[in-house]
């Protein structure tokens, strides 16, 4: 198991979001750091085009932030202390 190491970034100048939290997925600890453990996969910059053809065929696109329905995926009994914050 890995622990994402993160800290809190605090912003005074700022109006509404003072308090930002930083997580540092690169930080070696005791073993290898997260990002060295982690499938990076394919690269995504050669489907860009791609994707800005697709989205400009249809009158009406759709775009959503799936930041909030992240914690309410159900996770497996076995998996929970792989998602602890």
């Known amino acids: 198991i890995h622990y994402l190491p993160h800290h809190v970034v605090i912003k005074k100048d700022k109006s509404t979001t003072k308090l930002r939290i930083f997580s540092n997925a690169s930080a070696k600890m005791d073993g290898p750091f997260l990002n060295e453990c982690l499938y990076a996969g394919p690269s ?26 992240f914690l309410m ?13």
């Open 44 to 69: 995504l910059h050669q489907k860009i085009l791609e994707i800005f053809v697709r989205f400009r065929l249809f009158p009406v696109a759709l775009v959503a932030y799936i930041e909030k329905a």
């Open 73 to 85: 995926i159900q996770v497996a009994d076995s998996d929970p202390d792989s998602l602890r914050f």
